[in-house]
């Protein structure tokens, strides 16, 4: 009988000018980057941690600290790359992802092919199997504000 599992991930990051903003593993131009421990990938952190919950497998910071010197401006795709060979090592496989990048702007559908290509190849899935969406809050909120930026991820992982 297969095993299926859910699971479900939810970050924030604070937007600043000085900073660069990669957002599902790529560079996208803006005047505004996001700013954390690691080039604070808040796309790839979601999907992470909607994967380790799925396994139940804690979650990304319990993995990699952002005490930890060595995660310091860390490509997040190194450590998505991890989260791969721990659910891999568990024994299930990614069946789908769903994800929604809140952001008032830059508009990022534009971006969104690559950012498909790049985290599908990351993954090793197929890229049908990732799907990647963007809202604005319409103004409102620290995401309205342009003070952050925030996202979603939910997940099917199984095993045989
Ligand atoms: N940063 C963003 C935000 C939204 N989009 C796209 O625009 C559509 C309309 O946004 P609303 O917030 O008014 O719903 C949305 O459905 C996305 O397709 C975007 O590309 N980048
Ligand atoms: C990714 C890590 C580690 O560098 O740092 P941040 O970029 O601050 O990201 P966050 O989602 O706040 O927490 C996970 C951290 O452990």
Redesign the pocket.
């Given at each position: 009988m297969i095993k299926f599992r859910t699971g479900f991930g939810y970050?924030v990051?604070q937007l600043k000018e000085g900073y660069d903003l990669w957002l599902g593993g790529i560079k996208v131009p803006h005047t505004k980057g996001a700013v954390?421990?690691?080039d604070?990938d808040v796309l790839i952190?979601v999907i992470c941690d909607a994967l380790l919950g799925a396994a139940n497998k804690r979650d990304?910071?319990y993995h990699?600290?952002?005490k930890d010197p060595k995660?310091k401006g860390?490509d997040?795709k190194i450590?998505l790359k991890e989260v791969m060979n721990i659910i891999r090592e568990a024994g299930y496989e990614v069946g789908n992802i769903d994800s929604t990048i809140c952001l008032q702007q830059p508009k990022v559908n534009p971006h969104i092919p690559n950012m498909i290509s790049c985290l599908s190849e990351v993954m090793e899935i197929d890229s049908e199997d990732l799907s990647i969406k963007a809202t604005t809050t319409e103004k409102l909120s620290f995401v309205g504000r342009e003070e952050g930026i925030s996202a979603y991820a939910t997940v099917l992982i199984y095993k045989k």
């Open positions: 970050d990051h954390g421990h690691s604070a952190h990304i910071g990699f600290s952002d995660y860390i997040s450590l």
